[in-house]
């Protein structure tokens, strides 16, 4: 097993769906209207059925193309939060959470660019896929329970506006054209 494998492994989920649910519920009830961590949210949202749309694809083209939409919003979503959300928990002295957090997203990007290598509807692909999927669930469940939330609380108001503009800015910069994701960037051009 390689150090990447057992990092992502040693994160794999411990936690429920009940547990998962209830600490999406609540940091819902935490974001304000089309802040940065309501943006968070919905991008988690989007990242869980672009995963479930890679697994359920019921042809090699089809998965390949649903993995390709799954990298767009999940580097897009990585990019931004290492860019802006991951420094504002360090200067918020939740150093200890941001060095997780990158260790986590890096090893995730890896085992993404590893499944690319794997032939579409093997039982290799899938597996991969799937541990891919479980490390992105816990890492999510993280922010969502603890680390985001103790960082809406610690960031002053006026703060929070520049968080939720650079979060969208490099969210923006990665997803570039693409129709779905460009439509949440209007829905939040009014952003605080
Ligand atoms: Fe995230």
Redesign the pocket.
Known sequence: MSIIDKVVSAVTPLESDEARREARAKAHSTARPDDWLSL?LQ??EQ?EAAFAAVKSASSAAAQTAAQKKLGIVLTG??NA?ESV?YPAMTKADEKGHAGT?YTE?AAAKTQMALLEGLTPMTQEYLDKLEHIRGAVSH??YE?EKHW?IELHEKVPHADQAKLTQRYQEEFSRYVGRDAELNDTRRRVSGAY
């Open positions: 968070v991008h988690h990242i979503h990585s939060e959300i957090a997203q890492h999510m922010e985001f």
